[in-house]
């Protein structure tokens, strides 16, 4: 199956610290704008960060195309921080490697055996993963990696040779969070590693993917849920497939509470996609029932062209719960000056599998329970119900935290990337 992940680039994502409160440790992520000459950046919101999130810096959403990404520390090196992207779409953790010359590699932070004395690098061991933007290849190391105020050794990938389309994406790799217990490489996971050494009692992670109009950074929280992040119950889904990845079915779609009587459809939940991508078919459907045949101003069969005006009410099924997104989240960038706009939907030739990007995400809650196989959705809010401690009280699990970004403008150009691999 040909699984479809984009990443909209423009933005980077700055992470300045790990705090530790009570039992949740938070590493704050904060987005700012991917640096041009003459850019300069305000920090209107910091002081209501530095109030609700230990030493976190807050650097003013003025951003384009963004993404969400996470800062770790590899290796014993002082000094050695990467930008990834949390990609729930993918399997892999990989950086690129200080021996790649390639300007993609050099654009970037490298690690190598100068940056840690504690690095192990298997040169027997290579590993070569085809993204929709390029492939990717290198060989696979073992190292200490720090995330969320743990410090573990595990597995990774060191990337040495990359397509030159990789040099337009300002991250210094990829932090795949799927299904699987198992990356590419052969290695364990990031949930793997912390279940096997006891430092999670269940393999859970919970996104807040945040979102660009309250600047309030996101969370994804390791071994439980974060209750001041949702409201109400969580509702869960099976996950559908045997792929390792966290697919689900989907009920349907909804355009002002009417049924589009999508069957038999399935969708990737996938943090590293920007936005919803379906199969052209659907989402010419879609569209025309959101503004009409004559309300769709222009279309490649790929991109939509709407009024930016536009209040219909759009929403996707999943285990027997309707979930609306804003018109804010589906409705894109400015088209031209008479008040049209591409909206966020992508319609795919070819493309079977749903893709449920931020577009999606950034307006629920979702839990990724890697024990039970299933993804949960739950509305925003804060004190939801723990089905950990409430369903079991036995299974009681602490919520480690790390703190995401979240989007702040859609009026701009979007550049596309992949980050699931093909062929999946």
């Known amino acids: 199956m040909w699984h479809l992940s984009h990443i909209v680039l423009a933005i980077l994502i700055w992470q300045n610290n790990v705090a530790l ?40 959403q003025n951003g384009s195309d963004i993404s969400y990404y996470v ?51 298997y040169y027997d061991k290579g590993f070569s ?31 040495e040779d990359v397509a030159n389309s990789f040099n337009a994406f300002p991250v210094d790799g990829i932090l795949g969070l799927s299904a699987s217990d198992v990356q590419i490489n052969g290695y364990p996971s990031i949930m793997a590693v912390l279940a096997n050494g006891g430092l999670i009692s269940r393999e859970v992670f919970a996104i807040d ?25 969580i509702s869960f889904v099976d996950v559908a497939n045997t792929q390792g990845l966290w697919i689900v079915d989907v009920d349907d779609c909804y355009v002002n509470g009417k049924a589009e009587n999508f069957l038999d459809k399935l969708a990737l939940i996938d943090t590293g996609t920007t936005l919803i991508l379906i199969p ?21 069969g790929i991109n939509y062209v709407i009024a930016c005006n536009t209040t219909s009410e759009l929403a996707f099924g999943f285990g027997g719960v309707q979930w609306t997104i804003d018109p804010s989240d589906y409705i894109g960038n400015t088209y031209d000056d008479d ?15 749903w893709l449920m990007g931020a577009s999606f995400l950034k307006g629920i809650y979702t839990v990724y329970d890697k024990d039970n196989m299933r993804v949960g959705f739950a509305a925003k809010g804060s004190g939801g119900n723990d089905i950990y401690n409430t369903s079991n009280p ?13 989007p702040s403008t859609k009026s701009l150009t979007m550049i596309s990337m992949s980050t699931t691999p093909e062929g999946e």
């Open 71 to 121: 800062d770790i520390q590899l290796g014993s090196g002082p000094s050695s921080i990467f930008s990834v992207v949390v990609d729930t779409g993918s399997y892999d953790l990989w950086v690129y490697s200080e021996s790649c010359t390639n300007i993609s590699c050099v654009s970037h932070h490298q690690f190598g055996p100068e940056n840690s004395t504690t690095l192990e690098v």
């Open 21 to 60: 409160c009570s039992s949740i440790v938070s590493l704050s992520v904060y987005a700012k704008e991917y640096l041009r000459p003459g850019v300069t950046f305000s920090c209107a919101h910091c002081d209501s960060i530095r109030s609700s999130v230990k030493n976190a810096v807050q650097i003013d």
């Open 339 to 353: 008040g049209n706009c591409v909206t966020n939907i992508q319609g795919v030739h070819g493309m079977s599998t």
């Open 394 to 406: 036995t299974s009681s699990v602490p919520a480690d935290s790390m703190t995401l970004t979240a």
């Open 209 to 233: 993917l945040g979102t660009g109009v309250n600047a309030n950074g996101g969370s994804i929280s390791f071994g439980g849920v974060d209750t001041s992040r949702f409201t109400g119950d």
């Open 129 to 159: 993963i085809s993204y929709g933007q390029g492939k990717v290849s290198g060989i696979a190391a073992t190292d200490y990696v720090e995330i969320a105020g743990y410090n573990v050794s595990m597995g990774f990938g060191l990337v």
């Open 280 to 300: 052209s078919d659907d989402a010419l459907q879609i569209h025309k029932d959101l503004v009409g045949s004559a309300g769709v101003v222009r279309t490649d």
